[in-house]
């Protein structure tokens, strides 16, 4: 079992940076890929960006590509959503999530089996 805690949402100005982190639980986080969704009111939930379980190999969806850079530090258990060039557009709940049986490609939420509860992203314009 992984518990997953993101932190560091908040309200940022458009054009701002902000960084989201997301600390986990448990032994066998550096076997997970991980990934970033985020779901805005009225909207499906979507991808962002996943990190393989080794840090080698990161994925971006082509909306936050340029913008935004994950990384991850497995001697502290975290994962990290870099933001910058923030739009109005992004402002959603930015959940992380682990997926135990991937390397940390998969843009399909399905293929994760930890989530987070979600931290709020407010870009005002």
């Known amino acids: 079992q992984v518990q997953l805690v993101e932190s560091g949402g908040g309200l940022v100005q458009a054009g701002g940076s902000l960084r989201v982190s997301c600390t986990a639980s448990?032994?066998?986080?550096?076997?997970?890929?991980m990934g970033w969704f985020r779901q805005a009111p009225g909207k499906e939930r979507e991808f962002v960006a996943a990190?393989?379980?080794?840090?080698?190999?990161?994925y971006y969806a082509d909306s936050v590509k340029g913008r935004f850079t994950i990384s991850r530090d497995n001697a502290k258990n975290t994962v990290y959503l870099q933001m910058n060039s923030l739009k109005p557009e992004d402002t959603a709940v930015y959940y992380c999530?682990?997926?135990?049986?991937?390397?940390?490609?998969?843009?399909?939420?399905?293929?994760?089996?930890?989530w987070g509860q979600g931290t709020q992203v407010t870009v005002s314009s």
């Open positions: 999530a682990a997926d135990s049986g991937g390397d940390g490609s998969s843009r399909d939420s399905a293929e994760y089996d930890y």
């Open positions: 448990g032994r066998t986080f550096s076997r997970y890929g």
């Open positions: 990190i393989s379980w080794w840090g080698g190999r990161t």
